[in-house]
């Protein structure tokens, strides 16, 4: 979990590994909680969500991270990782992840909008991920805690749980703490929302009881959205093309053009294509059908040449298409 903070801009402070166990032996004590989806937009190596994987039986990990060497490391860790920007360049589905592990960067957001941080700028663009009973866990310090915090909290029916802290150096040198949320979309706005997240509220991690927290369970055969805007890394390409046994020869035949033969290459597939190509043979079951791509080529046609000399040019437009038999594997041009 990168932390952006004053003179140490740039640098990379892991959350305490230490804590997140204390948390998850507290809230597992006397109960058993499975088949969950949990999502960290801020994953760094991926640790933390590999520690949660190793925690709980059946639960399915998301993360995001901007830095591309730690990004290298949690998609080994995490069972769907994006190379992103997590505030601007992720689509992601409404109302789907169970538990929301966010620890966010610190620092000022230079918009227009006054009093605003990039720590409200990542609850504002993740709390709506949350499903219905569904918990965040926000580590933050107090220079976040404002009114527009608060507005987004409420506008999202996040309900206040606990708000705690552990004596450790990040308590120490950066005053942060802990919250925890649980989205309720028919309780009551809490008007003193304000009060209960403030650092003068926090208690000691010892004195909280986690008694009421109950992780519910996802719908795996739920569709969800979670992606990046941009073209996937070159090194996550590699890494699905690695953990598939779709031939690499299927893979150079969409991006290379087939000589000798009259058929120029496909265009180049999107990310979802992409995906779907190369975790072929990762499916539980078969893929029927053809994947099909084209586009659309202008031709100008000589019609007949008139008495003054022109030449008058009619324009055509000739569709090119190509598909992948996913059956066979092979590759056509359709006429």
């Known amino acids: 979990m990168a932390r952006l903070n004053c003179e140490e801009k740039l640098a990379y402070y892991p959350t305490d590994i230490n804590a997140v166990k204390a948390f998850i032996k507290e809230i597992s004590k006397d109960k058993t909680f499975s088949n969950f989806r949990i999502c960290d937009p801020c994953c760094g190596k991926g640790i933390i969500l590999e520690l949660w994987k190793k925690s709980f039986k059946n639960i399915k990990t998301f993360g995001v991270e901007l830095d591309e060497n730690r990004g290298k490391e949690a998609q080994e860790r995490v069972d769907l990782f994006a190379s992103a920007d997590a505030i601007y360049g992720m689509r992601k589905s409404k109302d789907v992840f169970d538990f929301l592990f966010l620890n966010p960067p610190y620092g000022e957001l230079k918009t227009q909008e006054a ?186 046609i000589l019609e007949e040449e008139k008495e003054d000399g022109k030449v008058k040019v009619k324009e055509q437009f000739i569709s090119q298409t190509f598909a992948f038999d996913m059956r066979n594997g092979e590759y056509l041009k359709l006429i």
């Open 115 to 300: 009093n605003n941080r990039l720590e409200i700028e990542f609850v504002k663009t993740w709390v709506g991920t949350i499903s219905e009973q569904g918990y965040m866990l926000l580590i933050i310090n107090p220079s976040c805690i404002n009114e527009r915090m608060v507005s987004y909290l409420q506008k999202a029916k996040m309900q206040f749980v606990a708000n705690f802290f552990f004596d450790n150096d990040d308590h120490l040198k950066f005053k942060q703490y802990f919250l925890l949320f649980k989205k309720d979309k028919n309780a009551e706005s809490q008007s003193d929302l304000l009060a209960l997240i403030s650092k003068s509220n926090s208690k000691p991690f010892a004195e909280v009881d986690f008694s009421n927290v109950e992780i519910p369970k996802s719908n795996f055969k739920e569709r969800i959205l979670f992606e990046t805007f941009q073209e996937l890394k070159i090194w996550q390409k590699e890494k699905l093309l690695a953990n598939t046994n779709a031939p690499k020869e299927f893979w150079n035949k969409l991006l290379n053009p087939i000589k000798n033969n009259f058929i120029s290459s496909i265009q180049t597939p999107n990310d979802g294509q992409s995906a779907l190509l190369l975790s072929a043979g990762l499916c539980e079951k078969d893929i029927g059908g053809f994947l099909i791509k084209g586009y659309f080529e202008k031709v100008e």
